[in-house]
């Protein structure tokens, strides 16, 4: 979250990225894509995948904020948020939000960002299939994303 705080556009003197945003960055991306991550996905990881790939929309990285989008749409439905709605009411004024109202509010997040990357470029959000053991292939991922493409 710390990222997404920060200026988007702040250099310092020599005119060269922020380090600390571009080692964050990094950090935070290499994590996301750890086959173990992603076959575990739980709603904390949903969340980091979201915030990464608004960061990268933000800094005109187009591809990898789709490609972390179709990701992040592929958790979301195998854990099912979608379905949250149905059996939630809107909080009381004022109240604390549930767990429940909490998950309802990052799945419209995942949809409001999904629809601005197609927006943006022209793609669909395609959900991939995570639940295959070789997903995390490359090539077949590569494939898979370029399917994704109208």
Same mark, same amino acid.
């Given at each position: 979250?710390?990222?997404?705080?920060?200026?988007?556009?702040?250099k310092?003197?020599n %005119?060269?990225?922020?380090?600390? +945003?571009?080692?964050? &960055?990094?950090?935070?991306? +290499?994590?996301?894509?750890?086959?173990?991550?992603? @076959?575990?996905?739980?709603?904390t990881?949903?969340?980091a995948?979201?915030?990464l790939?608004?960061?990268? &929309? $933000?800094?005109?990285?187009?591809? *990898?904020?789709?490609?972390?989008?179709?990701?992040?749409?592929?958790?979301?439905? #195998?854990?099912?948020?979608?379905?949250v @709605? !149905?059996s939630?009411?809107? *909080?009381?004024?004022?109240?604390?939000?549930?767990?429940? @109202? !909490?998950?309802?509010?990052?799945?419209? $997040?995942?949809?409001? @960002?999904?629809?601005?990357?197609?927006?943006?470029?022209? &793609?669909?959000?395609? *959900?991939?299939?995570? %639940?295959?053991?070789? #997903?995390? !292939?490359? %090539? +077949?991922?590569?494939h898979?994303?370029?399917?994704?493409?109208?």
């Amino acid at each position: 979250m710390s990222m997404l705080t920060r200026p988007l556009m702040s250099k310092d003197s020599n %005119d060269e990225p922020d380090a600390l +945003r571009e080692s964050m &960055y990094a950090t935070v991306k +290499r994590l996301f894509w750890e086959p173990a991550t992603i @076959h575990e996905a739980t709603t904390t990881i949903i969340k980091a995948g979201l915030f990464l790939s608004i960061y990268e &929309y $933000g800094q005109a990285m187009l591809n *990898p904020s789709y490609m972390t989008m179709n990701i992040c749409s592929s958790m979301a439905q #195998i854990r099912q948020l979608g379905g949250v @709605h !149905d059996s939630l009411g809107l *909080p009381p004024f004022g109240a604390e939000s549930s767990k429940g @109202h !909490d998950i309802l509010k990052l799945w419209w $997040g995942l949809k409001i @960002h999904e629809r601005m990357i197609s927006l943006e470029n022209g &793609y669909a959000i395609k *959900p991939i299939n995570l %639940d295959e053991a070789e #997903i995390m !292939d490359n %090539d +077949r991922l590569s494939h898979d994303l370029e399917s994704a493409k109208p």
